[in-house]
């Protein structure tokens, strides 16, 4: 099992950062990638950015140039930059992790979400 909690989210004026912490405690090692997604009120759950354990990086278009993840040399901790956010930008951020367990059955878990709202 894998918990995620995540922090930093919060009101932000169109132009301005805010930076997502989340971090993972428990079967830690059996996580692959961690990730970020969003859901937005009316819409589908959408991918932000997720790196994998050997480091590779995957952004949605909509957000390249502006957000950046990263995570620590433990692998427990993953953060996502977020920079000149849009109104757009507003929603709910999950964190995620992929992995593995001992059986070999693929797991996705889930943090309980931050809100991130971006004023015009």
């Known amino acids: 099992q894998v918990q995620l909690v995540e922090s930093g989210g919060g009101l932000v004026q169109a132009g301005g950062s805010l930076r997502l912490s989340c971090a993972a405690s428990?079967?830690?090692?059996?996580?692959?990638?961690l990730g970020w997604y969003r859901q937005a009120p009316g819409k589908q759950r959408e991918l932000v950015a997720a790196?994998?354990?050997?480091?590779?990086?995957n952004y949605a278009d909509s957000v390249k140039g502006r957000f950046t993840i990263s995570r620590d040399n433990a692998g427990n901790l993953v953060y996502l930059q977020m920079n000149s956010l849009k109104p757009e930008d507003t929603a709910v951020y999950y964190c995620n992790a992929d992995g593995v367990t001992a059986r070999g059955t693929d797991y996705r878990h889930w943090g309980q979400g931050t809100q991130v709202t971006v004023s015009s």
């Open positions: 790196m994998t354990t050997s480091g590779k990086t």
């Open positions: 428990g079967s830690i090692f059996s996580i692959s990638t």
